[in-house]
C-alpha cells in the first residue's frame, strides 16, 4: 500500500538514529538535481541554497542541471540515489502535472521521494498584447464570447503551468481559448510581443518589466493572492473563486532519508531566505519567499496533484513527443 505525502511528511517530525545522524550531516559534498537546463529562474535560486548550505555545514554543495522528460529524468535520478540527504532535488510544480500527463512514470512521487520545504512561488500573469482591445479580465472574457474563433494563447509547452493555467481559465469560463504551445518561454514571449497569439501566461519575474514598458498589458494574475510586485493587479479567483496558479519550487530527498536530515535541511532553508543575496534576488525577480515545514508542503503537494489531474483530465492533454 502506497504510503500518502502526508504520513510521510509526519514521519519527519520524529527524529530517528538510523543511517547518517543529523549532527553529522554532511559528511561529504552535497549534490542538487535541478532537472531543468542552467540559467533559469530555479536554477538561480538552487545555486544560492547551495552557497548558503555549504557555508553553514562546510561541505560544497553543487547544482547538477539533468533536464529531460518534463523534469522526470532528473527526479528519478535522485530517487535512485542513496537517501543519506547528499543528494537533493529541487524541480517545480511540474513533478505534480506529470504524476497524471505521463502515463507511466518510473517512480512514484508520493512512495520514492520525500518533501523538504517549499522555497518559494511566482505567480503567474494573465497578459495581452497592446492590440487586443481588454484592459480587464472580464473585458478579455466578453471579447473572447464575442468572437466565433474565440482568442488564443501561449504557453511554454504542454503541461506547464502556463498551459494549464489557460486551459482552467477555459473550463471555469466556458469559453473557447485555443492553446497554442511553443518550445520555452522565450519562444512564447517573442510570439506575445510580436502578437503571435494573443493572451501569455508568463510569471512575474518576465512580465512585470515589459508591462511596465507598455510593451505587454497586464490583466490579473492567477495565484490566490495579488503578486507583491505588481499589487495593482487584481487575481482571477476574484472572478471564479478558488481559481490559483503558480510556478512554485521545492526541495525534496529520496524516501528513507532520515526524518532529521529532513528537517536540517529545512531549517537551513527558513534561515537563508532572509539572506540579503538571497532576499535581494527573489525581491528583484519577483519571487514570493515560502519555506514550508514537510508537513505543510505534502498537504500542499496533495492539492497540487489533485488539481492538475482534474485539468489535464478534462483538456485530454498529452505530453510532447
Do not use: C
Not at 540559467?39 to 561541505?59: E, I, M, S
Not at 480587464?136 to 468572437?147: D, G, I, P, W, Y
Not at 525581491?283 to 505534502?298: K, L, M, N, Y
Amino acid at each position: 500500500m502506497k504510503k500518502s505525502m502526508a504520513a510521510i511528511a509526519a514521519v519527519t517530525a520524529l527524529a530517528g538514529a538510523a543511517g547518517t545522524h543529523a549532527q553529522e550531516y554532511p559528511v561529504r559534498p552535497i549534490r542538487i538535481i535541478l532537472p531543468f537546463a542552467p540559467g533559469a529562474g530555479t536554477d538561480l535560486v538552487a545555486r544560492l541554497l547551495a552557497q548558503r548550505f555549504a557555508a553553514a555545514w562546510g561541505q560544497p554543495a553543487v547544482v547538477d542541471n539533468r533536464a529531460g522528460a518534463g523534469g522526470n529524468i532528473g527526479a528519478e535520478l535522485v530517487v535512485r540515489s542513496p537517501p543519506d540527504g547528499h543528494t537533493l532535488l529541487m524541480t517545480t510544480a511540474s513533478l505534480t502535472v506529470n504524476v497524471t500527463l505521463y502515463p507511466k512514470l518510473p517512480f512514484d512521487l508520493r512512495r520514492d521521494l520525500m518533501p523538504i520545504t517549499q522555497v518559494g512561488s511566482v505567480p503567474i500573469v494573465i497578459t495581452v498584447h497592446p492590440s487586443v482591445p481588454a484592459k480587464n479580465l472580464k473585458e478579455l472574457l466578453a471579447l473572447a464570447k464575442s468572437r466565433k474563433e474565440g482568442l488564443n494563447y501561449g504557453s511554454n509547452g504542454t503541461g506547464t503551468t502556463s498551459h494549464l493555467a489557460g486551459e482552467w481559465l477555459a473550463q471555469a469560463s466556458g469559453l473557447k481559448l485555443t492553446h497554442i504551445p511553443y518550445k520555452g518561454a522565450s519562444a512564447v514571449m517573442a510570439a506575445l510581443l510580436s502578437g503571435e497569439v494573443e493572451i501569455g501566461f508568463p510569471g512575474t519575474t518576465s512580465a512585470r518589466p515589459l508591462i511596465a514598458a507598455n510593451k505587454l498589458r497586464g490583466l490579473a494574475v492567477t495565484t490566490a493572492r495579488r503578486a507583491s510586485v505588481l499589487p495593482d493587479l487584481p487575481t482571477v479567483a476574484a472572478v471564479f473563486p478558488g481559481f490559483d496558479v503558480d510556478n512554485w519550487f521545492a526541495l525534496w530527498a529520496p524516501a528513507g532519508t532520515n526524518p532529521a536530515i529532513i528537517n536540517k535541511v529545512q531549517a537551513e532553508v527558513v534561515k537563508s531566505l532572509p539572506h540579503p543575496d538571497v532576499k535581494a534576488y527573489m525581491t528583484r525577480e519577483g519571487v514570493e519567499p515560502i519555506g514550508s515545514t514537510p508537513a505543510d508542503f505534502a498537504v500542499h503537494i496533495n492539492r497540487e496533484i489533485e488539481k492538475y489531474a482534474r485539468i489535464i483530465k478534462l483538456s485530454g492533454a498529452k505530453p510532447d513527443a
